[in-house]
Antibody
Framework: QVQLVQSGAEVKKPGASVKVSCKAS????????ISWVRQAPGQGLEWMGW????????NYAQKLQGRVTMTTDTSTSTAYMELRSLRSDDTAVYYC?????????WGQGTLVTVSS | DIQMTQSPSAMSASVGDRVTITCRAS??????LAWFQQKPGKVPKRLIY???SLQSGVPSRFSGSGSGTEFTLTISSLQPEDFATYYC?????????FGQGTKLEIK
């Protein structure tokens, strides 16, 4: 069965960086892309960007351009999302999701708290 | 960017009611639309894909319709477990965009 297992919760100070991992299993990793979606406390879902696990091509949300980098490691079927220059409004649950012509399976979410 | 306008943002209804939630796209997206259900503290769950196809395992009281710019999610007879927040998502183009969400509460 398809599974996306994310890394654990993080607490970071403003200005720091965070890197969240998402390990995929149960399907051919390179046949799908991965989207990253975040959800601030009490808020809706915000799409952050997408990466092709086949060739590493990316599409990022304009508001995060320059602060976010998405990568994959095909040898371990793992996707990564790094967000830099963290601010308090980056506090959110971060999800990875399988996305090839639409999102279907989701990771369990990773809480990132940005606080001084 | 394609904007997704979802309505209503919140509503209350009773068990057994028929409920309809609407998403309007700022430009045509064919049928590249999905609906998700999210309960508090839980991961979103896909209910409908390709605008009207029911995800495997999802009860048949859920249905989706529409194409182009107007889409609806209908719950034919609300059950207690359906009280949640619902989101639409367009995947016609990048950036992907979600609707603002509809919080469905018990009346």
């Amino acid at each position: 069965q398809v599974q996306l297992v994310q890394s654990g919760a993080e607490v970071k100070k403003p200005g720091a960086s965070v890197k969240v991992s998402c390990k995929a299993s149960g399907y051919t990793f390179t046949s799908y892309g991965i989207s990253w979606v975040r959800q601030a406390p009490g808020q809706g879902l915000e799409w952050m960007g997408w990466i092709s696990a086949y060739n590493g091509n990316t599409n990022y949300a304009q508001k995060l351009q320059g602060r976010v980098t998405m990568t994959t490691d095909t040898s371990t079927s793992t996707a990564y999302m790094e967000l830099r220059s963290l601010r308090s409004d980056d506090t959110a649950v971060y999800y990875c999701a399988r996305d090839q012509e639409g999102i279907d399976y989701w990771g369990q979410g990773t809480l990132v708290t940005v606080s001084s | 960017d394609i904007q997704m306008t979802q309505s209503p943002s919140a509503m209350s209804a009773s068990v057994g009611d028929r409920v309809t939630i609407t998403c309007r796209a700022s430009q045509g997206i064919s049928n590249y639309l999905a609906w998700f259900q999210q309960k508090p503290g839980k991961v979103p769950k896909r209910l409908i894909y390709a605008a009207s196809s029911l995800q495997s395992g999802v009860p048949s009281r859920f249905s989706g319709s529409g194409s182009g710019t107007e889409f609806t999610l209908t719950i034919s007879s609300l059950q207690p477990e359906d009280f949640a927040t619902y989101y639409c998502l367009q995947h016609n183009s990048y950036p992907r965009t979600f609707g603002q969400g509809t919080k469905l509460e018990i009346k």
